[in-house]
């Protein structure tokens, strides 16, 4: 099955700078590649996805960028601002898995005022 | 428009009982997916149910059942609990099996085991 492994576990910048979290991912058979922020006591939501035929999408402060080769995608927030602190996860779902997701171990993000 | 709605919010149980968890869908969703989140971890994929009809599995013992209803909702049942159970168990909905539909989550039910 899937595996994902995500870095960093933490991750502290100061407001205005960029944060930068990878993971990588086992099954070349994935196409989607989700990302999800939750923050303390909340539910996951969906703040940019990526498909297998795309290499980079971006919106707004946030983008997405996948090497398939490697296996390996990254989520670049710039500009960060304190209210973009939370535990960021990156997903996987396998093509013929309907929708399961396998999800990294997530990434505390904290960005100091 | 209403999101995903799960029941209970929070749950207290003993070891050995059995807990029944409850999610609505989307209006329009079919497929509903039932994750475990640990403390401090990433959601686990526990079941997938589309069209009433159990589409995946997850990694977890035979104590774990859940099933679909013809209006789309779902439960999921865990038996003889253990103090390893307590989660968080979020359910979410996507409007079919495709591989890349976007899937909103519920805000889970925090099962906590004495």
């Known amino acids: 099955g899937e595996n994902v492994e995500q870095h960093p576990s933490t991750l502290s910048v100061q407001e205005g700078d960029s944060a930068v979290i990878k993971c990588t991912y086992s099954d070349s058979a994935s196409n989607y590649f989700p990302w999800y922020k939750q923050e303390l006591g909340k539910r996951p939501q969906l703040i940019i996805d990526i498909r297998s035929n795309v290499g980079e999408k971006k919106d707004q402060r946030i983008a997405v960028t996948l090497n398939k080769t490697a296996k390996h995608f990254s989520l670049h927030i710039t500009e960060t601002q304190p209210e973009d602190s939370a535990v960021y996860f990156c997903a996987a779902r396998e093509k013929t898995s309907g929708s399961r997701l396998t999800f990294g171990e997530g990434t505390q993000l904290t960005v100091n005022p | 428009d209403a999101g995903v709605t799960q029941s209970p919010t929070h749950l207290i149980k003993t070891r050995g009982q059995h807990v029944t968890l409850r999610c609505s869908p989307i209006s329009g969703h079919k497929s509903v997916s039932w994750y475990q989140q640990v403390l401090g971890q990433g959601p686990q994929f526990i079941f997938q149910?589309?069209?009433?009809?159990?589409?995946g599995r997850g990694n977890f013992p035979d104590r774990f059942s859940a099933r679909q209803f013809p209006n789309y909702s779902s439960e999921l049942n865990v038996n003889a609990l253990l103090l390893g159970d307590s989660a968080l168990y979020l359910c979410?909905?996507?409007?079919?099996?495709?591989?890349?539909?976007?899937?909103?989550f519920g805000p889970g039910t925090r099962l906590t085991v004495l």
């Open positions: 979410a909905s996507s409007h079919d099996r495709v591989s890349y539909n976007e899937q909103f």
């Open positions: 149910y589309y069209e009433k009809e159990e589409r």
